[in-house]
């Protein structure tokens, strides 16, 4: 199967500065990475995600970059607030139609 | 409108019993899922469903087993429950392609 590796496990930032998270991925076939919020005691709920074709997408202070040939991609937040502090994972879609997650990241955002 | 519902919230339960979780998706997916996530908070893939095909996570015991009713049902029977089950189960569904899992709000598994 896939094998998804995530990093930081743990990540600290001031409210306001940017937190960056990183994923890598083993089968070149994946072809769909979403990511995942998760808020202590509830469910994971997708924040954003990407396809295969597309190298980069922004949704506000979110944006998602994709490297295919490095079989890497990366989160970024910008202007963090308090209300951002989570678990965060990442994960990838293999052509089974199965979905394989990394180890999570959680975030702190000091005020 | 609850996407994905799963029941119970709360289980607990003593070792060797024998217990089931229900799944139920009106969102109109064809595949649907189990995960377990432990303490460290992984997400691990236990099952995928859909009315073709059940794919199992070659690490899951055989002391589990998905049960399909139909396509919007996905019920988890778990045998001889052992301490090491203790975890929250998420059901969660997908239309496929290129489609995000939905996530039910977890049953959180006690085994004493």
């Known amino acids: 199967g896939e094998n998804v590796e995530q990093h930081p496990s743990t990540l600290s930032v001031q409210e306001g500065d940017s937190a960056v998270i990183k994923c890598t991925y083993s089968?070149?076939?994946?072809?769909?990475f979403p990511w995942y919020k998760q808020e202590l005691g509830k469910r994971p709920q997708l924040i954003i995600d990407?396809?295969?074709?597309?190298g980069e997408k922004k949704d506000q202070r979110i944006a998602v970059t994709l490297n295919k040939t490095a079989k890497h991609f990366s989160l970024h937040i910008t202007e963090t607030q308090p209300e951002d502090s989570a678990v965060y994972f990442c994960?990838?879609?293999?052509?089974?139609?199965?979905?394989?997650f990394g180890t999570g990241t959680s975030l702190t955002v000091i005020p | 409108d609850t996407a994905v519902s799963q029941t119970p919230k709360y289980l607990v339960t003593q070792m060797g019993n024998d217990k089931s979780i229900k799944c139920e998706q009106n969102l109109g997916h064809d595949t649907m899922y189990w995960y377990k996530q432990d303490s460290k908070k992984f997400l691990k893939i236990m099952f995928s469903?859909?009315?073709?095909?059940?794919?199992i996570n070659e690490t899951v015991p055989n002391r589990f087993s998905p049960k399909s009713p139909d396509k919007a049902h996905l019920n988890l029977h778990i045998n001889s429950l052992e301490l090491g089950d203790s975890a929250v189960y998420f059901c969660a569904s997908s239309r496929g392609g290129n489609s995000p899992l939905h996530f039910g709000n977890g049953t959180r598994l006690t085994v004493t």
């Open positions: 994960a990838a879609r293999n052509t089974g139609n199965q979905f394989y």
């Open positions: 990407i396809r295969s074709n597309v």
């Open positions: 469903y859909n009315n073709k095909e059940l794919i």
């Open positions: 089968d070149s076939a994946s072809n769909y």
